[in-house]
């Protein structure tokens, strides 16, 4: 029934829960699991053209340490990795069918408002994924998510 599983990954410390929950499904059905991270391009508008290419850069970088970290939480399955630019929930979903995915696995911030002010990625991807996607509620989980200020190294405490 699942033979490919995807897991998009934002790096952060929270994911370890949906990979927990990815690897048991991923170990139970002998699937094969692929690990995305989207670098997303929707934050550049407020960026200086000249800056792009610096933060996208430090972005891609965080993308490969969050796949490489996610990919050897995996011992017993086949696991491969992508890094993407654009919308998450675009590439979320157009990996899913690329890849011939029978399951996404990701997490979710739950109901959290300030979280979904500018729409929420995996209330996108349920609403339009062709395939069942298993969210995981990080909301409780400590946030370390990961921003263009962080991929800079900007002083974000104010």
């Given at each position: 029934?699942?033979?490919?599983?995807?897991?998009?990954?934002?790096?952060?410390?929270?994911?370890?829960?949906?990979?927990?929950?990815?690897?048991?499904?991923?170990?139970?059905?002998g699937?094969?699991?692929?690990?995305?991270?989207?670098?997303?391009?929707?934050?550049?508008?407020?960026?200086?053209?000249?800056?792009?290419?610096?933060?996208?850069?430090?972005?891609?970088?965080?993308?490969?340490?969050?796949?490489?970290?996610t990919?050897?939480?995996?011992?017993?399955?086949?696991?491969?990795?992508?890094?993407?630019?654009?919308?998450?929930?675009?590439?979320?979903?157009?990996?899913?069918?690329?890849?011939?995915?029978?399951?996404?696995?990701?997490?979710?911030?739950?109901?959290?408002?300030?979280?979904?002010?500018?729409?929420?990625?995996?209330?996108?991807?349920?609403?339009l994924?062709?395939?069942?996607?298993?969210?995981?509620?990080?909301?409780?989980?400590?946030?370390?998510?990961?921003?263009?200020?962080?991929?800079?190294?900007?002083?974000?405490?104010?």
């Amino acid at each position: 029934m699942y033979d490919t599983v995807l897991l998009p990954t934002d790096g952060s410390e929270a994911m370890e829960t949906v990979v927990e929950h990815a690897r048991d499904v991923a170990e139970r059905r002998g699937a094969d699991v692929h690990v995305l991270y989207v670098v997303d391009d929707r934050a550049f508008l407020t960026l200086d053209d000249d800056r792009i290419p610096e933060v996208t850069d430090r972005l891609r970088e965080e993308g490969e340490r969050a796949t490489d970290e996610t990919a050897a939480a995996f011992d017993s399955v086949t696991v491969t990795t992508e890094i993407r630019r654009g919308n998450p929930a675009d590439e979320i979903l157009a990996a899913a069918d690329e890849r011939d995915a029978d399951l996404v696995v990701m997490g979710t911030h739950g109901s959290d408002p300030t979280r979904n002010m500018l729409g929420s990625v995996s209330q996108k991807v349920v609403t339009l994924s062709s395939v069942p996607v298993l969210t995981v509620d990080i909301a409780e989980t400590a946030d370390d998510s990961r921003s263009i200020d962080a991929a800079l190294g900007a002083d974000t405490d104010d």
